[in-house]
């Protein structure tokens, strides 16, 4: 079975500060997204990561894969309230087209 | 240009019945999936279909099925719905063949059987 951990699963912060969410498996991915969900909706895709070691930045948002393509990492900077949702990763299998979904960090950044 | 598209954005049916979504990708996808996200779980993977052929199935019953058109669209039905089917059905498409494969959601249907 594959599994996508991701953690921590709630979050609650001032705005202003730093925070990390961590995305961890034993399998590995030829890709990786971070998708941001608002209540009801749908994921809203953030970001591809496809190489092993990639750090990518979206203004105060920076992801990284990990080098062995088995975990990666979101880092947001100074938050605001208007990051507040759930933030998902997802991993696309080795040599398919399935992703797997981690469970999700909820954030909630309080002004 | 408009997103992925979903239909009906809500639904409420009874145990038994049966139900059939439906979805239509970004223009000039080709690739359809579906996925079950269950209130506080992330997204599962359920069905994917490329050019109106499956390409991946999830560990799902065999009371889901899908189908894509020939437009691309997709259709999911479910048969003898249980109550566990409660869930918002996410459809998402994707136009890249190549490792990056970025898919893109559409807004859901909420599915409520009672």
């Known amino acids: 079975t594959q599994l996508l951990e991701q953690s921590p699963q709630f979050l609650s912060i001032q705005e202003g500060e730093n925070l990390t969410v961590y995305c961890n498996s034993s399998?590995?991915?030829?890709?990786l997204q971070w998708y941001r969900q608002e209540p009801g909706e749908g994921p809203v895709l953030l970001v591809t990561?496809?190489?092993?070691?990639e750090v990518k930045k979206l203004k105060r948002l920076t992801f990284q894969f990990g080098d062995a393509r088995k975990d990666s990492s979101l880092h947001i900077t100074a938050a605001q309230p208007g990051d507040t949702g759930l933030y998902l990763c997802a991993g696309r299998l080795s040599g398919t087209y399935k992703y797997i979904f981690g469970t999700g960090t909820r954030l909630k950044v309080l002004a | 240009d408009a997103g992925v598209t979903q239909s009906p954005t809500h639904l409420i049916k009874t145990r038994g019945q049966h139900v059939t979504l439906r979805c239509s990708p970004i223009?000039?996808?080709?690739?359809v999936s579906w996925y079950q996200q269950v209130l506080g779980q992330g997204p599962q993977f359920i069905f994917q279909y490329y050019e109106k052929e499956e390409r991946g199935r999830g560990n799902f019953p065999d009371r889901f099925s899908a189908r894509q058109f020939p437009n691309y669209s997709s259709e999911l039905n479910v048969n003898a719905l249980l109550l566990g089917d409660s869930a918002l059905y996410l459809c998402a498409s994707s136009g890249r063949r190549d490792v990056a494969y970025e898919q893109y959601f559409g807004p859901g249907t909420r599915l409520t059987v009672t």
């Open positions: 399998s590995v991915f030829s890709s």
């Open positions: 223009s000039g996808h080709k690739s």
């Open positions: 990561v496809v190489t092993g070691g």
